[in-house]
Antibody, heavy 119, light 107 residues
Framework: EVQLVESGGGLVQPGGSLKISCAGS????????MDWVRQAPGKGLEWVAN????????HYVDSVKGRFTISRDNTKSSVFLQMNSLRVEDTAIYYC????????????WGRGALVTVSS | IVLTQSPATLSSSPGERVTLSCRTS??????LAWYQHKPGQAPRLLIY???NRATGVPARFSGSGSGTDFTLTISSLEPEDFAVYYC??????????FGGGTRVEIK
């Protein structure tokens, strides 16, 4: 069974940093692009970033460029999101998602990690 | 690319047929997916490339459309179908973009 499990969420002050993780199992992790998608309270889904299967390419939504960094460790079947200079508007549930082999849509999702940015 | 979903909320009863709309600001050909999302759960892929059902998705879910106008139809609502539905385009990225969602609620 394919599983994606996020961890590392929590409360952080504005301007602070946090790193969240996602552990994959039940599939050949190192052959898939992986993404982070977030949902702010009362809002819809927003794509945040993705990373190529071998880690050689990454892309970001403009609102997090220069502040967030996506990375992966295929030996540990894990993908990470390092979040710096956090803002109140970054408060959201952050979902880890696997891209399909057939294109940039998401065929597996985790249950999410809550990140709260507040003083 | 901006995706506009309508209606924002749809009130229906079990057994009814419902149609959800997604319009894109640019031509996305058929590179459109639909997801179902329930509170506290992981989102679930329903339809990819406009009309292909994902593995394990019941046949009551169907997708259609191309270009800028797309539809998700649930032929007969089941109690477990009450959720929020999102469309997503993948033709022109980054960024990958989602619509604002349609909430299907019990009438």
């Amino acid at each position: 069974e394919v599983q994606l499990v996020e961890s590392g969420g929590g409360l952080v002050q504005p301007g602070g940093s946090l790193k969240i993780s996602c552990a994959g199992s039940g599939f050949t992790f190192g052959t898939y692009w992986m993404d982070w998608v977030r949902q702010a309270p009362g809002k819809g889904l927003e794509w945040v970033a993705n990373i190529k299967s071998d880690g050689s390419a990454e892309h970001y939504v403009d609102s997090v460029k220069g502040r967030f960094t996506i990375s992966r460790d295929n030996t540990k079947s894990s993908v990470f999101l390092q979040m710096n200079s956090l803002r109140v508007e970054d408060t959201a549930i952050y979902y880890c998602a696997r891209e399909s082999r057939e294109g940039q849509f998401f065929d597996q999702w985790g249950r999410g990690a809550l990140v709260t940015v507040s003083s | 690319i901006v995706l506009t979903q309508s209606p924002a909320t749809l009130s229906s009863s079990p057994g009814e047929r419902v149609t959800l709309s997604c319009r894109t600001s640019e031509n996305v050909l058929t590179y459109l997916a639909w997801y179902q999302h329930k509170p506290g759960q992981a989102p679930r892929l329903l339809i990819y490339d406009a009309s292909n059902r994902a593995t394990g998705v019941p046949a009551r879910f169907s997708g259609s459309g191309s270009g800028t106008d797309f539809t998700l139809t649930i032929s007969s609502l089941e109690p477990e179908d009450f959720a929020v539905y999102y469309c997503q385009q993948r033709i022109n990225w980054p960024p990958l973009t989602f619509g604002g969602g349609t909430r299907v609620e019990i009438k």
